[in-house]
């Protein structure tokens, strides 16, 4: 540094391009604005290094020691996540219970009216009075997540009871069954005699006789009854809820339950039977007949009717089913006198081994798959153990088929 230099300055920059050589160049100061919080007036803070003063005293924080808590917190959090993952997984489990319930559904419940202007709430509260559905609370949040509705007012018949909730929104949206129409039903386990007098009573303009000479006249067909090559028409028209026009003719209705059983035997294989089963489809369909009056409420109970009739079957052992029994004798119920177990007729089955020569009522959908699908099982014996409700006791042992009667009998069952 050049001797004549002047003294460095605190306010300077030193200039190696200046006139003269390079060297340390004062700088004047600048001029001072309003003083800053925490700045002195020469526009510095109070820290000095020897060049100046710099840095707020306000920008250190006082820094708390570490602690425990942290991981304490993360834990707890982590325990109330998995309570509330625990209670939503056992909602969703029960909600799912609730929109599609295991199994087939129940019976029909009849009739459900749809009052003129009901909401979608109050349609849920209908479907679950009459046990539709099993929460009229989620059928409603349902309804609206799959955005269906509203439905129309009317009368609905195809409800059952403990449908899932997509069958139910299926039947209100099929709507309710069309004004000037009649609706027929017609019961499972009816001889046809009285299933021909219950359409009369339901629908007064066709009489028993129209029905019958129709039924004789050719123009109401059958592909079932036709393979079977019988005249009887006992078992061939499927018992079930109908609407027809109230003009409607007695072909017309008798047609419309023909096609019916034709359908329902197609979709239970029927026409294969004689694989699936060695025995014909009309072998079947007697034997579902059988079923459908012989069988107890409890479901599992059809397919072991049929397993009992097909194991004495195969050693040509009499059936002795009083139901055929009864139709023989132009009955549908009652008890047997000894006079009845006498009277000789084709469907005396108590004597004579084999199935009865026709089917004895219209089976439902349910004895006619017992029919084609029975369970495997030795049972050739059962007996009514109680009758509220109706249940039978089945064995292949026949000591404990009689000591399973003669209790039945003490108690007053039958």
Do not use: C
Not at 162 to 169: K, N, R, T, V, W
Not at 278 to 305: C, F, H, N
């Amino acid at each position: 540094m050049n001797p004549n230099d002047p003294e460095p300055s605190s306010r300077g920059v030193y200039d190696v391009e200046a006139e003269g050589g390079p060297g340390f160049r004062p700088v004047e100061p600048l001029e001072p604005t309003a003083a800053e919080p925490g700045w002195d007036d020469d526009g510095l803070d109070g820290h000095d290094d020897g060049y100046g003063r710099f840095g707020r005293d306000d920008e250190y924080v006082a820094m708390r020691p570490p602690t425990r808590g942290g991981p304490r917190l993360m834990v707890v959090f982590g325990l109330v996540m998995a309570v509330i993952l625990l209670v939503v997984a056992g909602f969703g489990v029960w909600a799912s219970r609730q929109i599609d319930p295991s199994g087939e559904p129940g019976p029909s419940v009849g009739d459900v009216e749809v009052p003129t202007g009901s909401s979608t709430d109050a349609i849920a509260d209908l479907l679950a009075e009459n046990q539709v559905v099993t929460s009229a609370m989620l059928f409603r949040y349902y309804a609206g997540w799959k955005n269906v509705g509203p439905w129309k007012a009317g009368v609905y018949t195809d409800f059952q009871q403990d449908m899932s909730f997509d069958e139910a929104i299926s039947v209100l949206d099929d709507g309710p069954i069309p004004p000037q129409t009649k609706v027929v039903r017609v019961v499972e386990g009816r001889r046809l005699v009285d299933a021909l007098e219950s359409i009369h009573e339901q629908m007064p303009n066709i009489s028993v006789e129209q029905l019958n000479a129709a039924l004789a006249s050719g123009e109401v067909t059958s592909k079932y009854k036709t393979a079977a090559n019988v005249e009887n028409w006992e078992g061939f028209l499927f018992p079930d809820s109908y609407q027809f026009a109230e003009d409607a003719t007695a072909t017309t209705v008798l047609q419309t339950m023909a096609t019916k059983m034709d359908e329902v035997l197609d979709e239970l294989r029927y026409d294969k039977a004689e694989t699936l089963q060695g025995r014909s489809a009309y072998d079947l369909m007697k034997t579902a007949s059988l079923v459908e009056k012989e069988a107890g409420q409890p479901e599992d109970e059809r397919g072991k009717v049929a397993r009992v009739i097909y194991n004495r079957l195969d050693v040509d052992e009499p059936l002795g089913i009083d139901a055929a029994l009864l139709y023989g004798l132009g009955r549908s119920a009652g008890e047997l006198t000894q006079t009845d177990l006498e009277t000789d007729t084709p469907y005396s089955n108590r004597t004579k081994p084999g199935l009865p020569p026709t089917p004895i009522a219209l089976p439902g959908r349910a004895s006619l798959q017992a029919a084609i699908e029975p369970p495997a099982g030795d049972w050739k014996y059962y007996v009514l153990v109680s009758k509220d409700p109706s249940s039978h006791l089945f064995t292949a042992s026949y000591k404990e088929f009689q000591t399973a009667k003669a209790d039945a009998q003490a108690r007053g069952v039958f």
